[in-house]
């Protein structure tokens, strides 16, 4: 009898510890999930983003540079950590375009940018072996129903650049150099022209183009051949090789106060590129281009489920993907005026700015 009320006893005193060592382990778990719940960066409901950079590189101080801004900004808007939330690999030639894209991939971003035109094989390659992974390309288009295109209007932006350049220039001559001769970058070209030659028909337009967007010596050769000729106003669409050119304008400012010497930018705004001491600038304006808007947008779109896989998204003036940067001055209150009413055209469809120059 008193073996028997000992094992009831015993069970009892099991059972009870059973229960309190159930409690004990939901109670453990409760913070794990109070975490996923509180969307810590650190949990499976992080959505992260990485990117990979043309032979550029990240800091171009133009178009790559752009697109990482636009990836920074996705990451600190959702306190999203650099390396795992977010983050970017550098491609030193071609040849590391796949291996990056891929090596983005193993390390599970769900969101994978191409940027750049001469990405456009990688992505289509790599998309096509991952179909289950999604990706952007800037600057070109990929038939994948994982891939999002993502074009601008570049020519709308750089006509305005020309309507500047041919109002602004005083020895009726003005230049354009180009980085690799390409879709994306004869749009540049041709706008440039239209706008030129809209408010000037006789304005003398000399063009070139480097083959390179990451020599920036190559800028500087053509742009001092360009000055040296006559030519006053230089837009660049060259990416780190149009660093050159500001390099050349600058020194020729230098040496000569009264040299009447400009640059106008691309893709980011670059008058701190354009500084020549604290009272002198050769940045006359920049066209921006949205890049880092369109990285935020696209990447939000994912996050929230909406990703536009298989579809071509196209940013032009009246989307405001492209336009003109503050000039701090350099153009004068009469010349914006006649810039603005072109804009106003464009925007609204009366304009149709070619894609290409007409031969």
Known sequence: MKKRKFGLVLSSVLAASAILGACGAKDEEKPAKDNAASGDKNTEETFSVGM????????????????????KAYGEEHNLEKGKGYDYLQSASDADYETNLNN???RDFNLVFGIGFMMADAIDAVATENPDNHFALIDAEVKDDNVVSVLFKEQ????????????????????????????????????FVAGA??????????????????????GKITANSMYSSGVDIIFHAAGATGNGVFSEAKERKAKDPNANVWVIGVDADQY??????????????????????AVVDISNKAKNGEFPGGTT???????????????????????????????????????????????
């Open 272 to 293: 701190e590129e354009g500084k020549v001491d604290d009272k002198t600038n050769v940045t006359l304006t920049s066209m921006l281009k949205g890049v880092n808007e």
């Open 52 to 71: 990979v950079t043309d032979v550029g590189g990240v800091d171009d101080k133009s178009f790559n540079q752009s697109a990482w801004e636009g990836v």
């Open 156 to 191: 709308e932006g750089a006509f305005l650049a020309g309507v500047a350049a041919a109002k602004m220039s005083k020895s009726g001559k003005i230049g354009f150099v180009g980085g690799v001769d390409i879709p994306v970058i004869n749009r540049f070209e041709a706008g």
């Open 104 to 106: 983005l991939i193993r």
């Open 197 to 218: 030659k809209a408010v000037n028909p006789d304005i003398e337009i000399q063009r070139k183009y480097t083959g390179a967007f990451d020599k920036a010596d190559l």
């Open 313 to 359: 998204v196209v940013y032009g003036l009246a989307e405001d993907g492209v336009k003109l940067a503050d000039s701090r001055g350099a153009i004068p209150a009469d010349v914006q005026t006649v810039i603005d009413e072109y804009k106003e055209k464009i925007a609204s469809g009366e304009i149709k700015v070619p894609e290409k120059v007409e031969k």
